[in-house]
T-cell receptor, first 116, second 114 residues
Framework: GAVVSQHPSWVICKSGTSVKIECRSLDFQATTMFWYRQFPKQSLMLMATSNEGSKATYEQGVEKDKFLINHASLTLSTLTVTSAHPEDSSFYIC????????????FGQGTRLTVV | AQSVTQLGSHVSVSEGALVLLRCNYSSSVPPYLFWYVQYPNQGLQLLLKYTSAATLVKGINGFEAEFKKSETSFHLTKPSAHMSDAAEYFCAVSSDTGRRALTFGSGTRLQVQP
């Protein structure tokens, strides 16, 4: 199947700094990418949907100014957590979809963010 | 709107025993249904998916699931559990309309006892 690479796999940052997480589709073009957040022992919650070349669509309750999403090309989407705080510590997972079909979504390996 | 309910946050079976993980969905349009497995600190791996073709879907690692519209269920089964099956399992639903993002259930942690 298609490969989605997410980087870094883990990051520790100081409170108040910003962290960028990259999500790349390695062998296909992803017209849409999704960003999820997962708290310990919980399910994945959709944060935003990102389409190449346009602004991301954020889910209710997700601060767009805090979680900046850029989808500049068909193979790369980035999530920047700005002015990170300890409550932003979580596991972030991206997913990339081929075309419009909802049947093919491939997931990155996730990024463990710890804010100290 | 769509949603997924996974009954049982923890399931424990003996090695070699039947695995049954329950998933019920709610969707106002014909659904696409998925089962994913997640190992600690890793992303999600697709086990199988239902896309309105055959109602009995076979996936990887010996898993299968049956779509039952009358029961709005998509339970995951495996005839004989292996130690390597211990992981977190997520059922998810999507549709061909709207945002098309996956909506996940709360997950079921499968433990396999020797």
């Amino acid at each position: 199947g298609a490969v989605v690479s997410q980087h870094p796999s883990w990051v520790i940052c100081k409170s108040g700094t910003s962290v960028k997480i990259e999500c790349r589709s390695l062998d296909f073009q992803a017209t849409t990418m999704f960003w999820y957040r997962q708290f310990p022992k919980q399910s994945l919650m959709l944060m935003a949907t990102s389409n190449e070349g346009s602004k991301a669509t954020y889910e209710q309750g997700v601060e767009k100014d805090k979680f900046l999403i850029n989808h500049a090309s068909l193979t790369l989407s980035t999530l920047t957590v700005t002015s990170a705080h300890p409550e932003d510590s979580s596991f972030y997972i991206c997913s990339a979809r081929v075309g419009q079909a909802p049947t093919e979504a491939f997931f990155g390996q996730g990024t463990r963010l710890t804010v100290v | 709107a769509q949603s997924v309910t996974q009954l049982g946050s923890h399931v424990s079976v003996s090695e070699g025993a039947l695995v049954l993980l329950r998933c019920n969905y709610s969707s106002s349009v014909p659904p696409y249904l998925f089962w994913y497995v997640q190992y600690p600190n890793q992303g999600l791996q697709l086990l199988l998916k239902y896309t309105s073709a055959a109602t009995l879907v076979k996936g990887i690692n010996g898993f299968e699931a049956e779509f039952k519209k009358s029961e709005t269920s998509f339970h995951l089964t495996k005839p004989s559990a292996h130690m390597s099956d211990a992981a977190e399992y997520f059922c998810a639903v999507s549709s061909d309309t709207g945002r098309r993002a996956l909506t996940f259930g709360s997950g079921t942690r499968l433990q396999v006892q020797p």
